[in-house]
C-alpha cells in the first residue's frame, strides 16, 4: 500500500527539553510538499553536534528532532522534485548544494543559503514537518534524521550507489566528510607536512586520515583520553600527546617535538574555545594554518593576541570539510566503495533505534569496543 501522499506515523527520538534523555515518541510526518523529499531513514551516526544540543551549549528551538548524519531510501517526492526518486539509495545533507545561490556559485562556496545554520528549526517553507498530537515539532539542520521518516528540501539530499552500506556510508553525511575534508580541502595538507589534531573522535580520525591521504609525513594527535590513542595510530597518527602529562602548555609542548618551528597545519575537532587558541599558537608562526572544525558553543567568544596572527599565521574555519556537498557526497560513497578509504574504524557501536540514548552516554564517556 502507497504512503505517498499520505501523513505518515512512526518512531522519532524527540528532544523536549535540555538535559534530559531523548524520548521515543509515535509522530506524524507530513507528505513532502513541492521541492521536498519524504525518505525512510536506514541508519543515522551520533554526532557531538546533536549532543551539544543536548548539553545546552548549541541553543535550538525545543521540543526538537536532532540527528543529521543519515542514510536512507526515497519515501515519496513533492512535486517538481527531478533529482532522486521513490527507491533511490540517498543521503540527507545538512550543508545543502542548492546550485543557485552566491555560495553555490563560488568555486570555493559550500555554505549554501538554503542551509539552517541558524537553527531556526524549520524547512526553507518556515514551516517543520513533524507535530506530535497536534503539537509541532522542530527540524534540526532542514534533515532531522532521529526519525523513521524525514522530510528535506530537494537541495538537500543525494542520490548514492545503492549497493553502499547504509550503517557505513550514513558517516559520509557528516563526520567522516567534515574530518577528512579538513585536511584535504580547507587546509589543503601538503606532502611532507607535519599536522596536529587536536580531539580523536570520529571526526578527529577522520581528520587524521585525511592529513594521511594528503601525504602529511608527521601527524600528532592531542587528547586527553589516551584510549584513543591506539585506534588514531591505525589511523595514520605517527605519534600521539595527551596535554595531561605535561605541566607547560600544549602549544609549547607542540613546538618543542618540532624543533621550535610548530607544526604546518592544526586542526581543532572539539568546539572549545581554549584548545582553539592553543591549536593556533601550536602551528608555525608565519606559515601554519590552524582550522577549527568543532561545533562552537552558542555563546562563547575568543580572547587572544593579535600578535598570533599578525606574524602571519592562517586562522580558519571549515564546514562539512569544505565539499560541495551534492557533487562529493556520491563520489566519496564511490571512493569508499572502490577502497580508497575505510570507515569501519570509525564504528564502535551500532545499536537499534530504542538504545539512542544509550549512544550518546557511549558518545559522552568516549569508549570504544575492546573487542
Not at 289 to 317: D, Q
Not at 349 to 367: A, Q, V, W, Y
Request: glycine residues 12%.
Amino acid at each position: 500500500m502507497s504512503t505517498a501522499g499520505k501523513v505518515i506515523k512512526c518512531k522519532a527520538a524527540v528532544a523536549w527539553e535540555v538535559k534530559k534523555p531523548l524520548s521515543i515518541e509515535q509522530v506524524e510526518v507530513a507528505p513532502p510538499k513541492a521541492h521536498e523529499v519524504r525518505i525512510k531513514i536506514l541508519a543515522s551516526g551520533v554526532c557531538r553536534s546533536d549532543d551539544h544540543v543536548l548539553s545546552g551549549a548549541l541553543q535550538v528551538k525545543f521540543p526538537i528532532i536532532l540527528g543529521h548524519e543519515a542514510a536512507g531510501v526515497v519515501e515519496s517526492v513533492g512535486e517538481g522534485v527531478t533529482c532522486v526518486k521513490p527507491g533511490d539509495k540517498v543521503i540527507p545533507l545538512f550543508a545543502p548544494q542548492c546550485g543557485e545561490c552566491s555560495t553555490c556559485k563560488h568555486p570555493r562556496g559550500n555554505l549554501c543559503k538554503m542551509g539552517d545554520l541558524a537553527a531556526s528549526g524549520v524547512m526553507p517553507d518556515g514551516t517543520s514537518k513533524f507535530t506530535y498530537k497536534g503539537q509541532q515539532i522542530h527540524t534540526f539542520a532542514g534533515t532531522s534524521t532521529f526519525a523513521e521518516y524525514t522530510v528535506v528540501h530537494e537541495s538537500a539530499v543525494v542520490k548514492i550507489d545503492a549497493t553502499a552500506p547504509p550503517e557505513k556510508v550514513c558517516l559520509i553525511g557528516c563526520g567522516f566528510s567534515t574530518g577528512y575534508g579538513a585536511a584535504i580541502n580547507s587546509a589543503k595538507v601538503e606532502p611532507g607536512s607535519t599536522c596536529a589534531v587536536f580531539g580523536l573522535g570520529g571526526v578527529g580520525l577522520s581528520t587524521v586520515m585525511g592529513c594521511k591521504a594528503a601525504g602529511a609525513s608527521r601527524i600528532i594527535g592531542v587528547d586527553i583520553n589516551k584510549d584513543k590513542f591506539p585506534k588514531a595510530k591505525e589511523m595514520g597518527a605517527t605519534e600521539c600527546v595527551n596535554p595531561m602529562d605535561f605541566k607547560k602548555p600544549i602549544n609549547e609542548v607542540l613546538y618543542g617535538l618540532t624543533d621550535g618551528e610548530g607544526v604546518d597545519y592544526s586542526f581543532e575537532v572539539i568546539g572549545r574555545t581554549d584548545t582553539m587558541t592553543a591549536a593556533l599558537a601550536s602551528c608555525h608562526m608565519n606559515y601554519g594554518t590552524s582550522v577549527v572544525v568543532g561545533v562552537p558553543p552558542s555563546a562563547s567568544e575568543i580572547t587572544f593576541s593579535p600578535a598570533l596572527i599578525f606574524t602571519g599565521r592562517t586562522w580558519k574555519g571549515s564546514i562539512f570539510g569544505g565539499w560541495k556537498s551534492k557533487e562529493a557526497v556520491p563520489k566519496l560513497v564511490s571512493d569508499f566503495m572502490g577502497g580508497k578509504f575505510a570507515l569501519e574504524p570509525l564504528i564502535t557501536h551500532t545499536l537499534p533505534f530504542d538504545k539512542i540514548n544509550e549512544g550518546f552516554e557511549l558518545l559522552r564517556s568516549g569508549k570504544r569496543r575492546t573487542d
